[in-house]
Structures are given as structure tokens and as C-alpha cells.
């Protein structure tokens, strides 16, 4: 955990003219306390920080565990927040929940009466400050109800109801070839995915989200593929966009990313995946937290994306007929129609029609079991 240090102003000693000396206080060194049940929801706690000199106002730095939150409340001459880790939450009444991360500051205006506290999978730290703390007063409101989302409801926010995109379509080649492990193919599908409109973070992501399927020698291979080929294009002066790391809002450590991909499982398969593997521990951990949790919330691939590059790595192994049949029925429930995902079969049919001829027989089950 990174140490926090507060400092206090230089002091200028009118007697003396001296100087005081800089104060640095440890984070181990801050005295911890227990934030009331009675006004937070979960688990929090702060500490006071250091008085400023002369300023009526009072800073406290306060930590919330992953879905911990305050009540409603209100302060009486208002309240400035400053996120130094992790992604928070905050919500005015009768306004819509804002999200809040490293680096944000949130004026909350007098007698307004809010919220806030850490996201369901993100422990959130902020500094809070009460300017005029003597004469600010807070009034404790009712429990925040936090009701867990609906999956048909967040299912309608990651679906697709347009017709795959050229660019969508020319992942399937891409991860094709890598699956099989044919590098001297891959290239040119790469080639033709950039000018499909596909970016290197995009493409980088592709291989990232394949190692599950796939394993890492076969994504590694296709990544490195990817890189020297972005190297001779730069040689050969075509500019494309530098490839950056997929934004993540926090550190792995700071989320809960089993329960996040719990959640999104239940969303793409419209059921209750809580039990599923509960007798094997690392597969049921890597499923979920991993796969599900971590890379889907990744920002560089949106999940109809996802499940292409599932699908197209699936159908290239060939014998996985269960697991492939899993996640054409997920693209289905993404908003994808027969018709569309026979364009990925017919994609398919141009690297090898034998693959292509047994995904469709999966395909038909799932629309006609």
C-alpha cells in the first residue's frame, strides 16, 4: 500500500523568524477509527489529518471496503471529496449514480442530500474536507438501497441489435489462424483487420482474451506476430495508432473481481452461475474472477467482441462442441440472430470449410435443440 504523507505549512515565527521544521506523518502512524454502522453501510474507517494552521477547515482521510457506503445525508455548509484510490460512487437525490475515480474532486453543495462510498467491487479512498468544520453540521438520512442489478436489464446494455461490422467480422480470421498456430497466415489477417478498422490496442486485446481459450503459447505467438508486423509498418512509414494498455480504473487487488464475474456470467448466460464449479476451487476461481471478472472488464474489446474472438477460437479447436455451443448461445443472448452468426461460420468457411461445417451443426442446436 502506498505510504501517505501530510505535511504542514511552513510556519513563519514572528519572535524568531524562524522556520518550523516539516512534519511528515506515516500512513502506519494514523490513528484508525471505525466508521458507525448506524450511518455507513459495510465496512469504513478514518482518520483526522492534520489541522491546517489558521483555517477553520478539517480534512479526514477515509477508506471504504468494495460496496461499503454512506446513508444519505447532507452537510450544512458543504463538503469537498478528493479520490486518492481505487472508484467510488456518489449520487445527489433524484439524480443519477456518478462514478468516481483517482483523481476526481466531488463539491458536495450545502443541505444537498447525497451519497457516497466505494463501487460493488472497488475499495474507494477519499479525503474529505469541511470547510467551517465548527459551524458545519451533518445530518445523518435513511440507509442507501442498493438493490443488485437486474440481469435482463444490464444484458440490454451490452447487447448488439445491428448487423456485425466488417471490422467485427475480420476478427475471426485473426483468431483462426492463431489458434491453429499458423503465424504465416495470421499476418495477413492482421493486415486486413487494420484496414477493417481494427486498432493495435484492439488487436492486442484479441490475443489477450484468447490465452483462455487458446493458452498462452498460442496468444503469445499471434502477439508477437502482431508486433512485428506493427515494427515493419512503422519502418515502412505507415503511422499506426501506438498501442496502449487497456485502462484499468484501479489494480487488480482493489476489486473484487470474483464477484464481478459472477455477475457478468449471470448476465450473459441469463442464469445463476454461484454453484458452477463450486467443487473445483482453481477453475472456478480462474473461470470467474479471471476470465469473467478481470479480462471483461478490460475497455479495449466490448463483449459481442469478446464472444467473437470465444467463438472463432472455440470452432478452430474443433472439439470442443459443448463449450462453442456455450458461447454462440451467449452471442445470442447478446442480440446476435441465426443469420448473423452464420456470417461468422461463413468467415470461418473461407480459412477451412471443415471447421466452418462443424461449428454450424453446433449453431443449428442452438437455435433448433
Known amino acids: 500500500m502506498k505510504t501517505t504523507l501530510f505535511s504542514t505549512a511552513l510556519l513563519l515565527v514572528a ?10 506523518t506515516d500512513y502506519s502512524q494514523h490513528q484508525w477509527q471505525n466508521a458507525p454502522a448506524d450511518y455507513f453501510s459495510g465496512k469504513a474507517r478514518f482518520t483526522r ?16 471496503q ?39 474532486v466531488v463539491w458536495c453543495p450545502p443541505n444537498v442530500k447525497h451519497w457516497h462510498g466505494a463501487t460493488a467491487h472497488s475499495s474507494m479512498s477519499h479525503i474529505a474536507v469541511s470547510p467551517n468544520a465548527s459551524e458545519n453540521k451533518v445530518t445523518w438520512l435513511e440507509k442507501v438501497d442498493l438493490t443488485a442489478p437486474d440481469p435482463k436489464v444490464e ?12 471490422k467485427q467480422l475480420a476478427i475471426v480470421p485473426i483468431v483462426f489462424y492463431s489458434a491453429k498456430g499458423y503465424p504465416e497466415q495470421l499476418k495477413p489477417a492482421l493486415e486486413q483487420g487494420l484496414a ?33 508486423l506493427l515494427k515493419e509498418r512503422a519502418a515502412k512509414g505507415i503511422a499506426d495508432s501506438p498501442a496502449k494498455s487497456a485502462q484499468q480504473s484501479q489494480s487488480a487487488h482493489d476489486r473484487d473481481y470474483y464477484t464481478l464475474g459472477t455477475q ?18 482453481g477453475m472456478d476461481y480462474a473461470l470467474k474472477a479471471h476470465l469473467f471478472g478481470y479480462l471483461f472488464s478490460r475497455n479495449s474489446l466490448s463483449t459481442v467482441n469478446r464472444e467473437l474472438v470465444a467463438v472463432a477460437t472455440l470452432a478452430a479447436l474443433e472439439t470442443v462442441p459443448n463449450q462453442l455451443r456455450s458461447h454462440f448461445s451467449i452471442l445470442k443472448n447478446l442480440g446476435l440472430s441465426q443469420t448473423e452468426l452464420q456470417r461468422v461460420i461463413s468467415e470461418l468457411a473461407v480459412q477451412d470449410q471443415n471447421v466452418a461445417d462443424k461449428a454450424e451443426e453446433v449453431l443449428q442446436k442452438v437455435f433448433n435443440p
Open 15 to 24: 519572535a524568531t523568524g524562524v522556520s518550523a521544521e516539516q512534519v511528515k
Open 49 to 64: 489529518l492534520p489541522e491546517i494552521p489558521d483555517s477553520p477547515d478539517r480534512t479526514a482521510l477515509v477508506e471504504f
Open 66 to 104: 468494495a460496496g461499503s457506503v454512506t446513508n444519505w445525508h447532507s452537510h450544512s455548509q458543504g463538503q469537498y471529496l478528493i479520490v486518492t484510490k481505487g472508484e467510488g460512487r456518489t449520487q445527489e437525490w433524484g439524480k443519477p449514480v456518478q462514478v468516481i475515480k483517482e483523481g476526481d
Open 155 to 166: 444484458l440490454q446494455k451490452i447487447s448488439q441489435h445491428q448487423p456485425l461490422s466488417r
Open 196 to 228: 477493417s478498422g481494427l486498432t493495435p490496442d484492439e488487436l492486442e486485446e484479441i490475443f489477450a482474451h484468447q490465452y483462455a481459450y487458446a493458452g498462452f503459447p498460442r496468444a503469445l505467438n499471434g502477439l508477437h506476430t502482431l508486433q512485428n
Open 264 to 281: 457478468t456470467l449471470n448476465v450473459l448466460t441469463q442464469r445463476d452461475n454461484s454453484a458452477l464449479l463450486q467443487n473445483s476451487e
